[in-house]
């Protein structure tokens, strides 16, 4: 199993441009989680998604957008990049709502220019 | 506000010492930690957690322990070893039954660096 895997890796954007993060998970997760990491700073919930079809905000939810058609996929889109969306960004699925731990992807590094 | 707190940025621990990373949280709703470590260029991955019904758990090398009264819990490696090098990330949850249940808050992180 390939666990959760995130593209891309890297990325720069300019103010203004738009782009997706993609994310998939082969765990048969119902659970899946978007997160941003500020340098120094702890983890913040953007969104998450309870099963296809189904998403609700986080913490940090402005800024961002989510689908979730299929139980494998859960792709955060950032419209109207800003400087303040510069981040490291983490894709995460559990199994369900209960206390079961969050398996994480290795991350995307964002710089908005 | 930070409701979940590691006061400690970084700790350095000699190869089989103690490891001692602390957390501290103000939200008294919590009843849910966990630990998650952290390489570079890599996701956090679990290492390890405790409900608010206990007060001690252990897995190998690895013991948390929660005092509530307090708010205070604080993860022990014994013995620490090199490979053990990484970010620790200290994260509550609560437990009801509205939206938003279980969502995780993360302190900002101890950087434990193990000397060999």
């Known amino acids: 199993n390939a666990g959760v895997t995130q593209t891309p890796k890297f990325r720069i954007l300019k103010i203004g441009q738009s782009m997706t993060l993609q994310c998939t998970q082969d765990?048969?997760?119902?659970?899946m989680y978007w997160y941003r990491q500020d340098p120094g700073m702890g983890l913040k919930l953007i969104y998450y998604?309870?099963?296809?079809?189904?998403?609700d905000k986080g913490e940090v939810p402005n800024g961002y957008n989510v689908s979730r058609s299929t139980t494998e996929d859960f792709p955060l889109r950032l419209e109207l990049a800003a400087p303040s969306q510069t981040s490291v960004y983490f894709c995460?699925?559990?199994?369900?709502?209960?206390?079961?731990?969050?398996?994480f992807g290795p991350g995307t590094r964002l710089t908005v220019l | 506000d930070q409701q979940v707190k590691q006061n400690s940025p970084s700790l350095s621990v000699q190869e089989g010492r103690i490891s001692i990373l602390n957390c501290d949280y103000t939200?008294?709703?919590?009843?849910?930690f966990l630990w998650y470590k952290k390489y570079p260029a890599e996701g956090p991955t679990f290492l390890i957690s405790?409900?608010?019904?206990?007060d001690k758990n252990e897995d190998g090398r690895f013991t948390v322990f929660l005092n509530k009264s307090a708010k205070h819990l604080s993860l022990h490696i014994v013995p620490s070893q090199p490979g053990d090098s990484a970010v620790y990330f200290c994260?509550?949850?609560?437990?009801?039954?509205?939206?938003?249940?279980?969502?995780?808050?993360f302190g900002k992180g101890t950087k434990l660096s193990v000397i060999p």
């Open positions: 995460a699925s559990s199994y369900s709502r209960g206390h079961n731990e969050q398996f």
């Open positions: 765990m048969n997760h119902n659970y």
């Open positions: 998604s309870v099963g296809a079809g189904i998403t």
């Open positions: 939200n008294s709703m919590f009843d849910y």
């Open positions: 405790i409900s608010s019904i206990k």
């Open positions: 994260a509550a949850s609560v437990t009801y039954s509205g939206a938003g249940s279980y969502q995780l808050t």
